[in-house]
């Protein structure tokens, strides 16, 4: 298994500009989530999702937006790039049916940087 | 709501000086407690975790947590470290039955010099 993978590694984004970061997960897991690092501020959840078809904010979720059409995918969109977002993108899967206490397991990230 | 806190930003020690990173949580019922690991340039893997049964968990290379629930602690030990150790660690809690509220401390940054 690849667990869980992103795509792109690096980006660079002008002010005002819009991109998607893909994220997919392997294990079928029904739970998924996007979380943003900044230095010093720990992993801030922004988005997550129970299943296809249901997403639901998290404690950061201005600026973003997600969808989830597939157990597999759950890309996280920015629409209008600021500065603010420049940060480091995790996406994590979890299934509580697996037990375990809901480890998450999470994809190498994407570092994006908007100037 | 449920809160963690990390009091320990930045740990400097020298190999096979003895490890302990505080955990602290905030929440009226019953948690699941995790550390998880960022090594240089990788991504968060899980360290150990509790989610129920012996309050000492032992996790991977050495690493060990006891929750006191009367402290709401959850702090990480390992008796001799390694410079191989360095890395960010992260406390997080979730809620029994909420998975998808997990909240994560701030991160220790650990440096180990050989």
């Known amino acids: 298994n690849a667990g869980v993978t992103q795509t792109p590694k690096f980006r660079i984004l002008k002010i005002g500009q819009s991109m998607t970061l893909q994220c997919t997960q392997d294990m079928n897991h029904n739970y998924m989530y996007w979380y943003r690092q900044d230095p010093g501020m720990g992993l801030k959840l922004i988005y997550y999702s129970v299943g296809a078809g249901i997403t639901d904010k998290g404690e950061v979720p201005n600026g973003y937006n997600v969808s989830r059409s597939t157990t597999e995918d759950f890309p996280l969109r920015l629409e209008l790039a600021a500065p603010s977002q420049t940060s480091v993108y995790f996406c994590?899967?979890?299934?509580?049916?697996?037990?375990?206490?809901?480890?998450?397991?999470f994809g190498p990230g994407t570092r994006l940087l908007v100037l | 709501a449920q809160s963690v806190s990390q009091h320990n930003h930045h740990v400097i020690l020298s190999e096979a000086a003895s490890l302990e990173l505080g955990c602290n949580y905030s929440?009226?019922?019953?948690?699941?407690l995790f550390w998880y690991v960022q090594y240089p340039g990788q991504h968060l893997q899980l360290l150990l975790k509790y989610f129920s049964g012996d309050p000492l968990v032992k996790g991977i290379k050495g690493f060990e947590a006891e929750f006191i629930k009367s402290k709401f602690s959850f702090n990480l030990r390992k008796p001799s470290v390694q410079w191989s150790d360095t890395a960010e660690y992260f406390c997080a809690v979730n809620a029994r039955g909420g998975y998808q509220k997990v909240t994560f401390g701030t991160g220790t940054k650990l440096q180990v010099i050989p």
């Open positions: 929440y009226g019922g019953t948690v699941n």
């Open positions: 994590a899967s979890s299934d509580p049916r697996l037990g375990g206490g809901g480890t998450q397991y």
